[in-house]
């Protein structure tokens, strides 16, 4: 299994970057895939978009609105489309193999396979 993002850089603020998670290994479709960040002092799974293998999709709180998340199982890729970013957006950003499960109307996540990070830095 693996997985690699690119597309990560910097962007001033209000701008917009797009990130490509490719992956390789494992039956894509058949997943759950997201993308995490993680910024200086803060947890890597904090803030998550995830991306079911029934097309449907979540967003944490802090980016709804503002990024989207989608795939093409065709080339086995996970997108991510940022806009309106803020300098709080600033992290290293990763995509993973994602297990979900769902208890008491709330879904719970474990990750199994990450793939390397790709910086974004929104300057102000």
């Known amino acids: 299994v693996q997985l690699q993002a690119s597309g990560g850089g910097l962007v001033q603020a209000g701008g917009s970057l797009r990130l490509s998670c490719a992956a390789s290994?494992?039956?894509?479709?058949?997943?759950?895939i997201g993308w995490f960040r993680q910024a200086p002092g803060k947890e890597r799974e904090g803030d998550s978009c995830?991306?079911?293998?029934?097309?449907?999709?979540y967003n944490a709180d802090s980016v709804k609105g503002r990024f989207t998340v989608s795939r093409d199982n065709a080339k086995n890729t996970l997108l991510l489309q940022m806009n309106s970013l803020k300098s709080e957006d600033t992290a290293v950003y990763y995509c993973?193999?994602?297990?979900?499960?769902?208890?008491?109307?709330?879904?719970?996540?474990?990750?199994?396979?990450w793939g390397k990070g790709t910086q974004v830095t929104v300057s102000s």
């Open positions: 993973a193999r994602v297990h979900n499960i769902w208890f008491r109307r709330r879904e719970y996540y474990a990750m199994d396979y």
């Open positions: 290994g494992f039956s894509f479709d058949d997943y759950v």
């Open positions: 995830i991306s079911r293998s029934d097309g449907s999709t």
